[in-house]
């Protein structure tokens, strides 16, 4: 204990940096909360909190506070000392309340955010589909975009895994986008530039139905109607309404919902049919490239240059990955 | 040659029933045809001929007639010899032709047909329809009868595999209903009984869109929507839309479109989901049991009491199977 | 603590029905314990109880009692408070001893149980027995039950999974008789009844000799010749030595003999052969149906109408499965 | 034809020997017969000859003979032409018929054998039991080699696949019974030599009851009771009696059970359960060993030294198999 | 046969746009060729031909000729008439010779060659190896490249399958180079461009060693190192032999060593380790990606635009593949 | 706690022979060690010791020492009280410190050494080498082992799974090439004695560089080049480089390199081809053998005679193993 001895207290300092020893404060998002009974028969409270930077566990001894589990996804303010606990960083505060109306607080500190402006990738989206040729491949993404807007602009890509931040599908979405303008110009003689791109636009948009979210926006659960149908199935449901509605040729709404229903590649992925054409092929295969480029990024987040990761990345085969020392031109 | 001198010519007998040595006569399904050349430069005619007994192989040497792949599917008037090649019977005919209009001609011959009467399942479908007490179930049912009633009374339910015979979907799905109404009562605690038969009368319905059917009602190909969407797609697409329009509660149209597009079980085998509710588990267990009696039913027509299968069953899990010598009570 | 103040004690309570701070009092099973030492060097007593209602965990500080791991499986008498843990509740007993003789228990509270009475359960598959037209399936079916009638009646019919209450085995095997009894009339062109009824009444004969069981009468562990061996090998064999004894038709103890190898399906789920025969394909699937039904029912017990169930269910494909909120007429 | 101008004919010549071009005469196993009617309305026999160097296919046109395909498994006298058919060797002969009881043939000739004296094999199996030590495991074996003796020194080892010539099985055995010697001494710490010993004498005894063979010996296909058992069930079941009978202790009956059914090693093999002892992982893995072997050794007949094997072998993973240029000492 | 009547002679025409009836003359490649005996005794020879267009089978009865199946991979000069046999076209040539040193024959003609000129894409792939800025991988890349340079550059891609012409392996290495660019742009926080971008030149460099070639330059078969270590190994080894010599960094080996033997993704696929780090990842992706296209490309050509392809595709999943009919803007 | 009153204190007593209740001191092995902070505020000391009898976790309270998790592999010197906690055993101490260079240790008792001695073992791979009729194969043999002599005699066969003690890899090999000469015998007319031996002396010869070793000599981790590469990569290379330099013939240069690269037979076991010649097959097979052998060595040490063993086994197939009462002679 000696060595905290002239302490400082860090001020809403990002939860990846605090290491065991450290005094801190500030307002973080209490991810779950568990009241629980000590062996010695007192009350306390466990759990995590969070910011854009990570998540931290903690306990709370003696608590006889008015927090929760009800009050997941909230903003609490909290001051206390960093421990460590069987080679685990926890928390250990003197005090946690949720935060109050008149608190100043900076949310896109506390919720992990798109590392891109989300503005300017809304822009690259509708510029892009304003470039589509074909009026009915454009005409369905318009009307789903008018439609779902600002949660389409503000959702995260995934519970956990990839892109699980604010405006997570957009930069998901737009990420793929520039892809498929890219391969369609490569493999032009077979691929339907139009059509690949719109569906690269509608592909994920079943997640809006699929998740539920919590206050501060991040997906907290599946909905109902996610588990029991999927999001596959709800977006070429709505695409398939939506170009019905327009009245666009049956061949291309059964295109489009071919390469939605399609897009993951295999049945034991959730693919309801194989992918079956050039398009659907290519957005089975970018769709992957994204989502595992994501997760690489954030697993060499922990990982030293020249190392490997100290855990198994459960979405990248189960593998231990290796930051190459190389990657960085000394 | 010399076993067949007092032939006698047999007429419109069942193709099963013909052995290597008779003459025949009598009208039959073309179920494909080829014009070739053979190797001493002279055109020939290779064709398979059906009736709801099976189909033959033959071969119409030195043909010069107008038949031509297109005709499949058509009735024709064949006469001649039955021979046996490679160990496998076939057909030589010397005379072959389109039936015309004024031939008189049992067309229930010629196409596979279900072994129960079509009007009878169709009414037992209809009361059991009647009985559910759930009006929103009930209407989703009666509405897609209504549209849909003349197909559905005389698909097949298939295009191979089982039930790929007139009236073949209706009688898979009467038998289904009959099960339902069976484990309703018996796990009447966890079943929903409205909810499995109104599922178990749906769940094939996506199929009408599935199959493409030749001039005499078989199925003769998937159509374009079939292949690239499925019918488990199809079926809770239209079924939900169904729903909607009749405004029932959502629950009540997300579960109907669970359970169909659960019903193939494991992704495996094409399941959109997999069953997560008593009754979407046992539809597929019963649809299950049903296409596997009819696989069985199929293959003990070929296999004598007391033996083994000659060939292996491909949808029986690719097995010989054995029909037991004890099945008939003596 | 403060909001237990005025708590009364509740007696004989069933453990599902405690909640944290409540206080308890009664006889329940001792399911497992263990002595270890604490951190601050004392002993203490980690323990679980269970009664027809389930089981909780345990704990009692400073424990110098007699209660060894060794008692497992016995009546004790607990008393104290309910509490919680780390989000699970715990039993925190001031008092917990062994049950002595001259305590008056109602044993049918402290273990689970069939919901349906044994006796009723028994004479209904009796009669199905006596119903059978074959002399020699009959003949077999009867001396294996005279053999085994009490440990049939009473076992469960698993160690965990499903059926796991005294009289499991017999609850499961009549429900499979009365889907038997149903299907062969369905299906009776291709299905032998005395056949699949037999086979129903036999498949699961060897778990008698596959398990070991506890005082109270619940599987405690697999037997070595049950690990060795396997209850479709061993049931097979004790029916085909009755056959051999009884002289019946070697068909006949082949074909018994094959529905108990084959009645788990695949060779990935322990089927000794795949099944071959009409019966042995429906035997497989009304043992998959029952085994579902009784695990869809075990997890609506812990999931509230119109939510999925908290856990991931392992039997049933490992799915979080969903209780319908219209399967109550409301 | 002109280079086989001064061709002389080849007598009783191994049919693997023949090239086309050449002329043959001699005694044949017939291997199969199919008559059929030609293109030109003329019938033609179609079949097989075998001696054990191989088999050869064969036509006969415009026959007019006796021989029909239940003429299968007899001696045949043949005489012809060797010619090629789509780059395979077929037989043309102007002659065939049945041998008769005045023919002096040498069977041996005619049906694979052994490549190792059947009689000395048979005295090693018996000299190695006689060594075992202890009572109980050699009175099972000696029981069963006395009621099976001359099946177990006949039989061939497998329908085809390896070992499918007579004494096939005896071969197998007794490898593997030299094996087990080997490694009983080498892991003699973990390893019961007598019980392994035993059950490599065991392991295979069941086909004995799996197989149908031909009147020359050979296994011409599975029983009714090998199909629906199978050779570990009825191997186990029939050793399981005579321990039985013998009295022997239950321990040892219930391990020599296990090692026949676990023999296969992984459910997928046909394994009734996974080797769980020391004794019964090695059983699996020197019957694996030396059914590869044997494998390779059929292979390299047909592959020249430092070439592929021109087919892929569908025994050894389907692979195109190696047979070294170096494995030779030049 | 009348309607061929005023048939004129088709001269060098591709094989994949003749039709039966047709009469042709001109020069192919001889792809296969056997000599047989046909029922009637006389000797024929089956063939196929082979041009940039395609492949076809044909006879040629009572043949005399010169021609063996030695000759496979000559040019051959042949006239005669197309026929169909069995839905299949066939060539029935009057003449078949082997081309003489005197011929004039476009070679172009009969070997299928990429379809974009093969200088251009050698320019862009040494283009891109001169703009990487590691002189090390840069090293690797050149020295590999000087000693393979001609065969790096006539190659194809494979022996069936995709990219299976001339040129084919230099199209395949170009193109993904392409993509490579691309992606170390997109990701470049996490993606060095020199290693990814030397991968993708070297990563099917073992293929050089991994093939036998025909004397037009076509894989005829797979070479004994080939099959016994596989393009992967060779490639690795071969790279990393290289880089030893250059003396560049251990990391920097042990990278380019890792690319190579993980390029296909998963053990099941070949791949010798998964791929652990984005680079391999992203390799891996573009890999796939190019040879599926290749794949669609070569399945359009037989398939109208607005239908499913006649036959299942093999390297695609073994799937019907559609070919959309919107993908050409009418 | 009473029961200990009069206890004695054990002196390097082996771990595994403590038992809760005893006290214990002497020198072990610092397998691992982690600093923590306790709930009331104090910092502990998590580790596990070990010797070559196994391994046990330990806490020490009020830790304020200088070991960390840096000094995992040191010698320690500990006193104290064995524990049980939640049914495990663990270490108590009041005193553990590092060892220092007076100290006087007996090494061989931390570290878990080979059951053999190493010399006779290393004396038994030279004979053996120096036996091998060709001069090629001993040649490489014999240069490798020059290179890593020290290293192939001391290293572990695995970090874990079997033969994890020091002298383990010389221990399998030697095991290995001892079964090699037998089955070379055995099969003397398809193996190549020379080419089997060889391998079977190199086969894990890449296992030198794929691990990371700890200062007393076992396994800690997996090498970079071991993690991007694997060791059958790895050591075929460097076998590849010696016969290279050595000048052997080609072929016996590829042979040597495909046993090395296939010996894990399958791809999903890490083999980079199949076994493709009976020698490899029998490597794989005898690699196989050795290193089940060991597993169930080493599962019986803690499993009673008669019973199963207490947990999975998961190199067995995650299996409960079974120790039969009847392997000891009584």
Same mark, same amino acid.
């Given at each position: 204990m000696a060595k905290n001895d002239n302490e400082t207290v860090r001020e809403n300092a990002p939860l990846r940096s605090l290491t065991p020893g450290e005094r801190f404060r500030g307002y973080y998002l209490l991810k779950s909360a568990q009241t629980a009974t000590a062996s010695n028969g007192k009350p306390y409270l466990s759990f995590r909190l969070a910011d854009n930077s990570g998540e931290l566990p903690g306990k709370l001894w003696d608590y006889a506070g008015?927090?929760?589990?009800?009050?997941?996804?909230?903003?609490?303010?909290?001051?206390?000392?960093?421990?460590?606990?069987?080679?685990?960083?926890?928390?250990?505060?003197?005090?946690?309340?949720?935060?109050?109306?008149?608190?100043?607080?900076?949310?896109?500190?506390?919720?992990?955010?798109?590392?891109?402006?989300?503005?300017?990738?809304?822009?690259?989206?509708?510029?892009?589909?304003?470039?589509?040729?074909?009026?009915?491949?454009?005409?369905?993404?318009?009307?789903?975009?008018?439609?779902?807007?600002?949660?389409?602009?503000?959702?995260?890509?995934?519970?956990?895994?990839?892109?699980?931040? =604010?405006? %997570?599908? !957009?930069?998901?979405? *737009?990420?793929?986008?520039? &892809? /498929?303008?890219?391969?369609?110009?490569?493999?032009?003689?077979?691929?339907?530039?139009?059509?690949?791109?719109?569906?690269?636009?509608?592909?994920?948009?079943?997640?809006?139905?699929?998740?539920?979210?919590?206050?501060?926006?991040?997906?907290?659960?599946?909905?109902?109607?996610?588990? =029991?149908? %999927?999001? !596959?199935?709800?977006? *070429?449901?709505?695409?398939? &309404? /939506?170009?019905?509605?327009?009245?666009?040729?049956?061949?291309?709404?059964?295109?489009?919902?071919?390469?939605?229903?399609s897009h993951h590649g295999k049945a034991e992925f959730g693919a309801i049919q194989p992918p079956k054409c050039a398009e659907a092929e290519l957005l089975t295969q970018i769709d992957m490239i994204d989502s595992r480029m994501e997760m690489f990024r954030t697993a060499y987040l922990d990982t030293p240059a020249g190392e490997f990761s100290r855990q198994r990345v459960w979405g990248l085969d189960n593998q231990y990955i290796y930051r190459p020392a190389a990657d960085d031109p000394a």
């Open positions: 008015a927090i929760t589990s009800l009050d997941a996804g909230q903003a609490v303010w909290a001051s206390g000392r960093v421990e460590s606990y069987q080679d685990q960083i926890q928390l250990a505060p003197d005090n946690l309340r949720l935060a109050e109306e008149t608190d100043e607080i900076d949310l896109s500190r506390l919720v992990p955010t798109a590392p891109h402006d989300a503005q300017r990738m809304m822009a690259y989206v509708e510029q892009t589909l304003d470039s589509l040729a074909d009026a009915d491949y454009r005409g369905v993404c318009l009307k789903l975009l008018e439609r779902h807007r600002e949660d389409f602009a503000c959702l995260p890509g995934a519970k956990a895994m990839h892109h699980a931040f =604010l405006h %997570g599908l !957009l930069m998901h979405t *737009a990420t793929m986008m520039h &892809q /498929a303008d890219f391969f369609a110009r490569l493999y032009s003689d077979i691929v339907d530039r139009d059509l690949l791109l719109a569906a690269a636009f509608l592909h994920d948009i079943g997640k809006l139905a699929e998740f539920s979210t919590s206050p501060l926006g991040l997906v907290s659960d599946y909905s109902k109607e996610g588990r =029991l149908l %999927g999001h !596959l199935f709800l977006g *070429a449901e709505e695409a398939g &309404q /939506a170009a019905r509605e327009l009245g666009i040729p049956e061949e291309k709404r059964l295109l489009l919902q071919h390469l939605i229903v």
